[in-house]
């Protein structure tokens, strides 16, 4: 399934989150003093995880999910104090490294951290698969293609999120191309949901799945859109 650009951008990720910007990534996903700016994206990451949580089910003994991105571990923390079982999968091995250490060890259900493409079919299937903030980097056609790689092994949902296509971001994202290359973090890719949706419908393994619904998450410098597939 993967293709050359994705590739490519896989290996700027894992360069950019587990060197470039690893210090900063373990501030904004703690309790400690960040600029007003940065606030604001902790706080929009805040809410994106709770209202992808909000679309699993509350009692998530006896599932099995997929973390793909998982960061620093917060979302897979608290689908385990649901007592899910999850899988949680990050290609940067210094973030799975600090989410291991910041992981409770007396969680309802259990956290299998571990460095890795979240594509790879070792990881075994899955009820619900979940990836916040970790496809946006990538352009409409290798998300419909990361989909549709992972939807055989999938029973239930995926739940992802987009850069969606605004103003708004569009002004920021030209913002961010003014500093050192050195400083900034890979190019987002903003894309309409309806443009996804037709890239989604060019995967065969796709033929099953639709958009269920869709909520744009709105704070400050932080803007981006949770989407659910399920099958039809």
Known sequence: MTTPSYVARRGELEAYFDRTAVEAWKRLTSDAPVSRIRATVRAGRDAMRGRLLDWLPQDLRGLRLLDAGCGTGALAIEAARRGADVVAVDISPTLVSLARERAPRDLPGRVTFAVGDLLDPAFGRFDHAVAM???????????????????????GSLLFTIAPRTPALTVMHAFGQLFPRGNRSP??????????????????????????????????????????????
């Open 187 to 232: 190019a987002i890719s903003p894309i309409a949901l309806s443009a996804l949706e037709d890239h989604m419908r060019t995967q065969t393994t796709l033929d099953a799945w639709r958009v269920a619904q869709s909520e744009k998450i709105v704070s400050g410098f932080y803007i981006s859109q949770a989407v659910e597939a399920r099958r039809s």
């Open 133 to 155: 903030d970790s496809l946006i980097h990538y352009d409409g056609a290798d998300i419909a293609r990361t989909l549709a790689a992972l939807a055989p092994r999938v029973e």
